[in-house]
């Protein structure tokens, strides 16, 4: 049967008139039955629309017994005298028979024979269909694609040989707008088929098969299959997504987290992250290790809520066995890709099951893992674990170049996380060790404070803030921002204080102790290279003196904010003063303004985080922190909580130090004050008054180092000083004695010679005292020395 030929004549009128014997064996119908009826009861399928000349295609017509019987048939048509179409006479022949030979040709036909090699060899997917979308050729990898041979498929409508999916219909649609539209289209698809085990990426071309009339008569196609581009392509789009989505914070955790969510699912089922423990920390690497590793889990993730696959818990440790994935990558420093069935693969395998047993079914279908090393800076971090189990594919050498370049890249992002957590780890700890860690010993103020760091990538700042006790009972208090973040920053503060400290040990005023600050600024940039970074941003302070016997605070400022005040009454109020300039620039005055406050006063000092940002407006802030420091509180704690959770934004990009300070006064019957005359017979009479003094306060245990103390600094006074000349007792939490008079000269301990008649005064006051000191003053100077007392 496969080399019968059927001949058939149709009239114009679609009836047969002719019918050979070739037709009744492919057909079954004898010629008596066939001639005469008309040529559609014969067909199985009705004929696509066709054009009226000369054609060929497949035609499906019924047989005797009833089966349908697909034929190949050409269609010539018969003209008459006026050369138009009288009927048509029909060749057909069974789909097999209907290939070209390819025996011996004649030379016009040898093209057609190369042609039809070149068809049914090409490495693409070629196939053709009528205009009603039924096959009428393919070649062999479209065969091998469809998983069956081409006479399985031929005259077939293409909607039977697929199931019903979206990517078929679509097909399907695009082959019946090409017959249509007479356009041809291009289109990519990443679409699966019968014959594949896996989904693929198509580049089709469909365009129009026209006769020599120009009117279609079929559909060509050719289908590449463009997977590995489609795949390389889609790794360079993760590897760009990676550049924008890890490494948003400076967080190792969170970097850790960017990297899993960017893998799973689309490279992997489950990933892991684990580091190396020193990379949590802040120690120097070590070597990396040769036999077991141990790593802490720090993400993981998987298609799976709560990742049922991981066998470690996030936060937890893990020793790898030398054969695994993760230590193999260590050691050997590159990628590394087991696959099911080998030995690696399931020891690997068996030991993550046998340490959690309860994930061990959504690990089954496990066949391929890759490793690769996180390395940053020739230091090895960890290793990043994929794992795929519903995708198809085993991990392949361009897999692996691909994950040790995003390994790459997120390694960096990893170690730059790690460095600033290290390096805001130790500027935080060098900041709290200059911030004062415990109130001083002082009655003058009653005081509570808050320094909060900024989460900002910049670093930590250079705010800082202190409480410094001075002769008299007086209280410095100090509030400062160096302009910049990061250990610099900090390190500048820390030598601000610390001139601060000393400035006001001297006993400075505060517009003069600014003076000296911004010299020794001036200085820093000077001759220090790291000070040129405080020359270059600046640097702001406040210093403030508060008297609790006179009730008198004197504050000066070198470019930073005023100071806000809330008196007893419930009344806030920012001071009105004039900012000098800040500290580095040299050659201009700060000015002091003094001011009486009412016990129970409360002083806020602050740096400049507190009520600036870029989104707001400072002198809302500055109203928002005047209204809560009038917020009742229980405590000056509890007021530092309320201001800072009233006036602070929910996420600061600055430090911010806020000092809260309230005033205490020494009434008249804690202070003893006598003008003396310079008479030298006149120092007992005042011994003996600042005795009878002590005994009023019942101090009578202090009387003999006051009496000697009092004796030895009125005598000094007299002898070297200038009137007018004046003693001062302050009993505070210490038993304070002050000798002031007009002269400015300061006196200064020297070592008196065997022979010498004096000198050793001064010597035997700081032998009895706990302290002593000089000041300078308006009207001169001031000596003083203080006692310690019992508690009361």
Not at 115 to 135: I, L, T
Not at 413 to 419: L, M
Not at 542 to 564: F, I, K, N, Q, W
Not at 651 to 672: K, N, Q
Request: glycine share 8%.
């Amino acid at each position: 049967m496969e080399h019968v030929v059927a001949a058939a004549v149709i009239d114009a009128h679609g009836i047969v008139t002719g019918w050979s014997e070739g037709a009744r064996l492919l057909t079954g119908h004898p010629a008596e039955e066939a001639v005469g009826r008309a040529a559609a009861d014969l067909l199985a399928e009705d004929l696509p629309r066709r054009a009226d000349g000369e054609w060929t295609g497949p035609v499906v017509v019924r047989h005797r017994d009833g089966h349908p019987v697909t034929l190949v048939v050409t269609a010539c048509p018969v003209l008459g005298a006026d050369a138009r179409p009288t009927g048509f006479t029909l060749t057909a022949r069974p789909p097999e028979a209907a290939r070209p030979a390819e025996t011996t040709q004649p030379p016009g036909a040898v093209e057609q024979t190369l042609a039809g090699r070149a068809f049914q060899q090409a490495s693409m997917s070629m196939s053709v269909f009528d205009p009603g979308q039924r096959y009428l050729r393919l070649n062999e990898t479209a065969c091998k694609v469809m998983g069956v041979p081409e006479d399985v498929l031929l005259g077939r409508h293409f909607p039977e040989t697929v199931a019903d999916a979206e990517h078929s219909r679509g097909f399907d649609w695009h082959l019946r707008h090409v017959a249509e539209t007479g356009r041809p289209v291009r289109y990519e698809s990443f679409t699966g088929a019968p014959a594949l085990n896996r989904e693929h990426a198509w580049s089709t071309e469909m365009w129009p098969v026209r006769d020599d009339s120009g009117a279609v008569t079929g559909v060509a196609l050719a289908a590449f299959d463009s997977t590995e581009q489609y795949l390389a392509r889609r790794r360079l789009a993760l590897l760009n997504e990676a550049a924008a989505s890890i490494g948003t914070t400076l967080d190792v955790v969170r970097t850790a987290e960017e990297v899993i969510a960017l893998l799973v699912p689309r490279f992997a089922d489950f990933a892991s992250v684990d580091l190396l423990d020193w990379v949590l920390g802040a120690d120097e690497p070590p070597p990396v290790p040769g036999g077991e590793v141990v790593l802490r889990r720090v993400a993981h993730g998987s298609a799976h809520e709560g990742t049922p696959e991981a066998a470690v818990r996030l936060g937890e440790t893990d020793v790898h066995p030398p054969f695994s994935p993760p230590a193999l990558a260590l050691r050997e420093g590159r990628a590394v890709r087991i696959q099911a069935g080998e030995p690696d693969f399931m020891s690997w395998l068996g030991e993550r099951n046998a340490r959690a047993p309860e994930g061990r079914r959504f690990r089954s279908g496990v066949h391929s893992v890759i490793s690769v090393p996180l390395r940053a800076r020739g230091t090895t971090l960890g290793v990043l674990v994929g794992v795929r189990i519903a995708h198809p594919d085993d991990y392949e050498a361009d897999d692996a170049v691909f994950a040790e370049e995003l390994a790459s890249r997120a390694a960096v992002c990893v170690d730059n996380a790690r460095r600033f957590a290290r390096e805001r780890t130790t500027a935080l700890t060098l900041q709290h060790s200059l911030l004062p860690r415990g109130l001083p010993g002082q009655a003058a103020v009653e005081v509570a404070h808050r320094y909060l760091p900024s989460g900002s990538t910049a670093g930590i700042g250079g705010d800082w803030f202190d409480i410094i006790p001075l002769s008299g009972s007086r209280v410095a208090l100090v509030v400062g921002d160096v302009v910049g973040h990061g250990i610099p920053s900090t390190a500048t503060m820390g030598r601000l204080c610390t001139a601060v400290r000393t400035l006001a040990d001297v006993d400075l005023a505060p517009d003069e102790l600014l003076t000296h600050l911004d010299d020794l600024v001036t200085h820093l940039a000077a001759y220090d290279d790291a000070g040129e970074d405080v020359a270059e941003l600046g640097a702001t302070c406040l210093y403030a003196v508060y008297d609790p016997v006179s009730r008198r605070l004197t504050v000066a400022a070198a470019g930073h904010p005023a100071p806000a005040v809330v008196l007893p009454d419930g009344t806030a109020q920012l001071l009105r003063m004039t900012p000098g300039p800040p500290l580095g620039v040299g050659g201009l005055p700060f000015e002091a303004i003094e001011l009486e406050l009412p016990e129970g006063a409360v002083v806020a000092l602050y740096t400049d985080g507190l009520v600036e940002d870029r989104d707001r407006d400072v002198d809302r802030a500055t109203g928002e922190l005047c209204s809560a420091l009038t917020a009742p509180a229980a405590t000056l704690d509890a007021l530092c909580d309320t201001v800072l959770k009233a006036v602070l934004p929910e996420a600061p990009s600055d430090d911010v130090a806020l000092l809260l300070a309230r005033t205490r006064a020494l009434g008249a019957d804690r202070v003893a004050t006598w003008d003396v005359e310079p008479d030298p017979a006149l120092v007992a009479v005042t011994r003996q008054a600042a005795t009878e003094q002590l005994g009023a306060w019942g101090l009578e245990e202090a009387a003999f180092v006051t009496e000697l103390v009092v004796s030895e600094l009125v005598t000094n006074a007299i002898r070297y000083g200038a009137p007018p000349i004046q003693l001062r007792l302050i009993r505070d939490r210490n038993l304070i004695c002050e000798v002031s008079d007009g002269s400015s000269t300061s006196p200064h301990l020297r070592r008196a010679h065997a022979f010498d008649e004096g000198g050793r005064g001064l010597l035997l006051v700081a032998q009895l005292t706990q302290r002593w000191g000089s000041r300078q003053t308006d009207r001169g100077k001031t000596i003083w020395a203080e006692q310690t007392l019992e508690p009361e």
